[in-house]
C-alpha cells in the first residue's frame, strides 16, 4: 500500500518536471528540425530566426517601433482601461450587491449588454470616439508622450472587456458577505459608508480578485484584437499583423511568444500583489 | 438590514437599564410556517447588572439579544432604554458565531470601533494593547483571528467589544464552545471586568452553572415559544462558590424548572 502511493508520487513528479522540461524541448527540436527541413522561413521559420527577433527587442520594425516600444503602448493602453473598469466595477458592484432595490433596477440591462463581445463595440466605439486620444482629452492635439497612443475608443473597449468581469464578481462576493459581520459593524458603531469601505470591500475582496484576474486577461485578449482594426498604428497587436502582412513570419512568431509571456505575466503580477490583502480567506472562524 | 432605534426612552426611573415591555416575536420561515420565537416578555434590566438568561436551545434567546441591540424590531410590544444609554455609540455585541472580522488582525479587530469613531491610529492601537493585556492576550496583537485557539478567540472578541467602552453589553453565549477549565478562566475575567466597569449585562448561556456564577439574576426561559418562566435573583456574594449548599440548591431549582418544560 505503502509502496504504491510513494510510487504514484514518484511518477507525478517526474511528469512534472518532464512537462517543464523535456515536452517543450522535444517541440522546440522537432519544429526547428521540421523548419530547416522545409527551408520557407517566411512561411515556417527556424526557432533560432524567432530566437534572433526576441533577443532584440529595440530593433526597429518597418519605422513602426521596436517590439519593446509596441509591447509597452499595449501594456500602457491595457492598465489605463484596466484601472478605469477595476474602479467602476467595483464600485458599482459593492452598491448593487449590497442595496437591492438598485440590484434589481439594473441587473437586467447588465444581462443583456454583458454577453455582446467587447470587441463588438470596436466600430461602434471608433465612430464615436474618432482617433481621439487621451491628449484630445487634455485639449491638445499631440502631447509627443505616450498619451497620444492611447486611442478613446480602444480604452472604451477594453474598459467593456474588463468591466463586466468585475462588476459580476463583485456582486457576488458582496451579496455573499456573511450578515454577521455587517452586524458586528454596525454594532461595534460602523455608519453605512464604513460598512460599504471596511466591511463589504474587504470580505468580498477575494471574490473581487477573482473578478480582477479574469478581467485583466480579457483586456489583454481585447486589446491585441483592437489594435488589428484598421486606422489604429502602434501596438504589439498592430505589429503583429504588420508583421505578418510582410511575411515575416519569425517576427510573427516572436511576437506571439510576446503577448503570450506578457499576458502570463499580468495575471501573475495582479495575484502577487492582492496575495496579502486575502491570506484570510478559507481560515473565517 | 438597517440598525432600527427604539425611539421609546424610559422617562422617570433612572434606575431601569433597559426594560421589555409585553415584547412578542414572531418568524415566518421561507416554507411559510409560522414560529414564534418570544411571548408576553416583561423585563426590566437596572444599571449595571449583570443578568443571565438560560433556556432550551430554539427558545429566543438570541431573538431577544437582537431585539435589545436593535438589529431586530419587535412585532408587538415596546423595547425601551434608558436615556443615558445612545444605541449606537454605547451597546456592543458579542454574537454566537463569527465574533470577529477575519481580515484583520487581533489588535486592528480590537480597534475596530475606535477607528469607526475617528480616533486616530495611534490612540486606538494603544488602547486596543491595553485591551489586549486586560483580557490576557498580551503578545498576540498582530496574530490573526484564525491563529488563535477558540478561547483566545472569544477573549478578543470581548476586548473588541470593551473597546467601545460600552454601557450595556449583550453576549451570546460567548463561552459555549469552550472547555471547562477555558471556560472557568473566563467566566472570572468577565466577572471582574463586570465588577471593574459597572456595566450592563445581558448574557445568555446553556449551563446553569455558568448562569448562577456569573449574574445577579437568571432569567429563565420556557422552550418555545420563549416566555419568562422564572426571573431569578441571586443573593449569593461573590466570588461565588459552587461548593455552597446554596448555590447547589439554586442550581437544582433551576435544573428542575427546565425539566418541567421538557415533557
Ligand atoms: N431569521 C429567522 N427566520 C425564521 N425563524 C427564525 C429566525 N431567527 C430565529 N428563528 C426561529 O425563532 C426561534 C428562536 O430562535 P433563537 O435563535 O432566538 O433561539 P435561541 O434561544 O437563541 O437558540 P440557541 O440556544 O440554539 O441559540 C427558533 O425557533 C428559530 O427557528
Ligand atoms: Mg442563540
Known amino acids: 500500500m505503502h509502496y504504491l502511493r510513494n510510487n504514484k508520487h514518484y511518477l507525478h513528479g517526474l511528469m512534472r518536471r518532464m512537462g517543464w522540461t523535456a515536452i517543450p524541448l522535444l517541440l522546440l527540436i522537432i519544429w526547428q528540425v521540421s523548419a530547416m527541413r522545409l527551408g520557407k522561413p517566411w512561411l515556417f521559420p527556424t526557432v533560432t530566426r524567432v530566437l534572433v527577433q526576441l533577443v532584440h527587442p529595440l530593433r526597429d520594425h518597418y519605422a513602426s517601433g521596436s517590439l519593446l516600444s509596441n509591447a509597452l503602448i499595449s501594456i500602457f493602453r491595457v492598465v489605463i482601461g484596466f484601472v478605469t473598469a477595476s474602479l467602476a466595477g467595483i464600485i458599482l458592484g459593492i452598491l448593487m450587491g449590497s442595496v437591492r432595490w438598485l440590484r434589481s433596477l439594473l441587473e437586467p440591462m447588465v444581462e443583456i449588454i454583458r454577453p455582446l463581445s467587447p470587441i463588438a463595440w470596436l466600430p461602434f466605439a471608433i465612430a464615436v ?157 | 438590514m438597517k440598525m432600527k432605534i427604539t425611539p421609546n426612552k424610559i422617562v422617570g426611573s433612572d434606575r431601569i437599564a433597559l426594560s421589555f415591555n409585553d415584547v412578542g416575536k414572531g418568524y415566518t420561515s421561507d416554507s411559510g410556517t409560522q414560529v414564534a420565537a418570544l411571548q408576553n416578555i416583561n423585563l426590566q434590566i437596572d444599571h449595571g447588572q449583570f443578568v443571565t438568561l438560560v433556556g432550551a436551545t430554539g427558545c429566543g434567546k438570541t431573538t431577544l439579544l437582537n431585539l435589545a441591540a436593535g438589529i431586530d424590531t419587535p412585532a408587538i410590544g415596546a423595547i425601551s432604554l434608558a436615556e443615558d444609554i445612545c444605541p449606537k455609540r454605547d451597546v456592543a455585541y458579542v454574537f454566537q458565531h463569527y465574533t470577529l472580522l477575519p481580515w484583520l488582525k487581533v489588535e ?156
Open chain 1, 129 to 285: 470616439f474618432k482617433l481621439n486620444t487621451l491628449s484630445h482629452l487634455f485639449g491638445l492635439d499631440y502631447s509627443r508622450t505616450i498619451l497620444d497612443q492611447v486611442q478613446l475608443g480602444m480604452l472604451f473597449v477594453i474598459f467593456v472587456g474588463g468591466f463586466f468581469p468585475i462588476l459580476i464578481n463583485t456582486i457576488d462576493g458582496v451579496a455573499g458577505v456573511r450578515q454577521n459581520y455587517i452586524l458586528l459593524g454596525r454594532s461595534l458603531g460602523a455608519n453605512s459608508a464604513q460598512i460599504f469601505i471596511h466591511v463589504y470591500l474587504p470580505a468580498a475582496l477575494p471574490m473581487i480578485l477573482t473578478g480582477l484576474r479574469h478581467a485583466l486577461a480579457r483586456c489583454w485578449m481585447v486589446i491585441i484584437a483592437a489594435e488589428m482594426m484598421a486606422g489604429i498604428d502602434s501596438g504589439i497587436g498592430y505589429l503583429l499583423v504588420y508583421a505578418a502582412d510582410n511575411a515575416a513570419m519569425d517576427l510573427v512568431i516572436a511576437i506571439m511568444v510576446i503577448i503570450g509571456t506578457i499576458g502570463a505575466g499580468l495575471s501573475y503580477f495582479i495575484r502577487w500583489i492582492m496575495r496579502p490583502f486575502i491570506r484570510w480567506h478559507g481560515q473565517e472562524v
Open chain 2, 108 to 263: 486592528h479587530n480590537v480597534a475596530f470601533g475606535l477607528k469607526m469613531r475617528g480616533i486616530s491610529r495611534k490612540q486606538r492601537i494603544n488602547a486596543s494593547g491595553d485591551l489586549l493585556e486586560q483580557v490576557g492576550l498580551k503578545g498576540y496583537e498582530k496574530a490573526w483571528p484564525h491563529e488563535l485557539s477558540g478561547g483566545m478567540r472569544q477573549r478578543a472578541a470581548i476586548a473588541q467589544a470593551l473597546a467601545i467602552n460600552p454601557k450595556l453589553l449583550l453576549m451570546d453565549e460567548p463561552f459555549g464552545a469552550l472547555d471547562s477549565s477555558t471556560r472557568r478562566d473566563l467566566q472570572t475575567m468577565l466577572g471582574n471586568l463586570h465588577r471593574d466597569r459597572k456595566m450592563t449585562i445581558l448574557f445568555v448561556t446553556h449551563s446553569i452553572d455558568e448562569a448562577l456564577i456569573l449574574g445577579d439574576r437568571v432569567i429563565v426561559f420556557s422552550e418555545q415559544p420563549g416566555r419568562i418562566l422564572e426571573d431569578h435573583k441571586i443573593f449569593l456574594p461573590r466570588p461565588r462558590m459552587r461548593s455552597d449548599d446554596a448555590f447547589t440548591r439554586q442550581l437544582l431549582h433551576i435544573y428542575g424548572l427546565l425539566a418541567e418544560t421538557h415533557p
